[in-house]
């Protein structure tokens, strides 16, 4: 085990919560001159820490405890119903590997999924800087998963492959593929392949309960929260 204690990390200044639009939040970052390494990464993993592009962070607000780590843990995750639907739908895509790297034909996809899904956030316009920043990064551990039909790029699940599992860094999709409901495939597809890499979990990133866009993870189950110092499995 890495010795946590001799890392340093940073508090940001508060500042408005991108969810919950009454509260103001505080983050707190590995310190950036720390190099990201994998071991370090799945350790802090286990803390609910997150990757955003070269930062390692969790949410540190003073009144706020809204946002709580979520993971699935992959053996014991069976679809329901309308996932095995999902899955049927997606049979005939295509998923390859590749690592980060910058193209037109991944940005396009980005900027149609930003501005079609996503125009009331705060990654909205999307711009070629924020996508490098955010999702470009030549780390060892993370991958480009390229969903295509045909030859035809429909989703890129942006994942690190960790010792302790998969973290689901971010989806971006083809906003006109409705039908397929790609987001929720990419997760299960991610599941899947974290099952068949032997490893024990997917991470999700951060559930708030009281937010309607972050209410889809709790639909796979069992799903994992992080509360007290502890994963605990939702009933």
């Known amino acids: 085990m890495t010795e946590l204690a001799r890392l340093k990390f940073y508090a940001t200044q508060p ?10 939040a505080t983050t707190l970052f590995l310190d950036p001159s720390q190099p990201m390494d994998v071991d370090v990464y799945a350790e802090l993993s286990e803390m609910g820490f997150r990757r955003s592009g070269d930062h390692l962070y969790r949410p540190h607000c ?12 992959v053996d014991q ?6 996932q095995r639907r999902i899955l049927k739908r997606n049979l005939d895509l295509h998923v390859c590997a590749i690592r980060p790297v910058f193209t037109e034909e991944y940005y396009s996809l980005y900027v149609r999924y930003i501005e079609q899904r996503h125009a009331d956030g705060d990654m909205y316009p999307p711009n070629r800087e924020q996508f ?22 429909l989703a890129i699940a942006v994942t690190d492959v960790l010792p302790n599992g998969l973290s689901a860094v971010y989806t971006f999709y083809e906003p006109s593929e409705e039908r397929r409901s790609l987001g929720r495939f990419a997760i299960i597809w991610q599941i899947r392949e974290a099952a068949r890499l032997g490893l024990h979990a997917l991470y999700l990133g951060y559930w708030i ?24 499995t939702l009933t």
């Open 62 to 73: 003073q009144r706020c405890s809204a946002c709580v780590p979520a993971r699935i843990p």
């Open 15 to 24: 500042h408005p919560c991108s969810y919950l639009s009454e509260e103001q």
């Open 77 to 82: 995750f069976k679809p329901n119903r309308q």
């Open 132 to 153: 490098s920043t955010f999702l470009v990064r030549d780390l060892p551990f993370s991958r480009f998963y390229e969903f295509r039909q045909d030859g035809r790029l």
């Open 209 to 232: 309960k009281n937010c309607r866009k972050m209410s889809y993870k709790t639909q796979y189950r069992p799903i994992e929260l992080f509360i007290n110092q502890r994963w605990t």
